[in-house]
């Protein structure tokens, strides 16, 4: 019953993270698939690689794959230069409770942790803190996704 529909040209759309496959009769193509910009990059500047934030949606801490790119660029210095050190501070606002916000900052900041320790970074060089909502730079509604952010701080070890 599937091979008629085939014949006719029935095309499957499967969406996997940033590449889609499309089944066009029998063969199996791979189609360039899009990167959404992050839209909550709206505080800090362009190109400083020891100071950023990245941002995450409401009860996600799964790292966005622009954000990969920074983060392994921070790697990598961090494996060239073993008297630096990265400060991982981690918030949160899903608007529920101090506990929740707590647990999910604390996620945020482990996926980050485990991002670095993969990528060779020695643990005595990581510095992982989370604060929950405690340390909201802005307290409005409007301005949730902003407070959903781990903060990367680089600084040469004292």
Do not use: W
């Given at each position: 019953?599937?091979?008629?529909?085939?014949?006719?040209?029935?095309?499957?759309?499967?969406?996997?993270?940033?590449?889609?496959?499309?089944?066009?009769?029998?063969?199996?193509?791979?189609?360039?698939?899009?990167?959404?910009?992050?839209?909550?990059?709206?505080?800090?500047?362009?190109?400083?690689?020891?100071?950023?934030?990245?941002?995450?949606?409401?009860?996600?801490?799964?790292?966005?794959?622009?954000?990969?790119?920074?983060?392994?660029?921070?790697?990598?210095?961090?494996?060239?230069?073993?008297?630096?050190?990265?400060?991982?501070?981690?918030?949160?606002?899903?608007?529920?409770?101090?506990?929740?916000?707590?647990?999910?900052?604390?996620?945020?900041?482990?996926?980050?942790?485990?991002?670095?320790?993969?990528?060779?970074?020695?643990?005595?060089?990581?510095?992982?803190?989370?604060?929950?909502?405690?340390?909201?730079?802005?307290?409005?509604?409007?301005?949730?996704?902003?407070?959903?952010?781990?903060?990367?701080?680089?600084q040469q070890i004292p």
């Open positions: 019953m599937l091979q008629p529909m085939l014949n006719k040209g029935l095309r499957l759309l499967l969406l996997t993270y940033t590449v889609q496959y499309c089944i066009f009769t029998e063969s199996l193509v791979a189609q360039e698939g899009y990167v959404f910009e992050n839209p909550y990059k709206k505080t800090e500047t362009a190109n400083d690689d020891k100071n950023f934030s990245l941002y995450f949606p409401k009860l996600s801490s799964k790292i966005s794959k622009s954000d990969l790119v920074r983060l392994q660029t921070a790697a990598d210095f961090l494996n060239q230069n073993r008297n630096f050190e990265i400060y991982i501070h981690a918030h949160a606002n899903e608007g529920k409770s101090n506990k929740e916000d707590l647990t999910i900052s604390e996620k945020r900041s482990l996926e980050v942790e485990r991002f670095f320790l993969i990528h060779f970074v020695e643990p005595n060089q990581i510095r992982r803190l989370f604060y929950g909502n405690s340390k909201l730079q802005n307290k409005t509604k409007e301005h949730q996704a902003l407070n959903r952010r781990v903060e990367i701080k680089i």
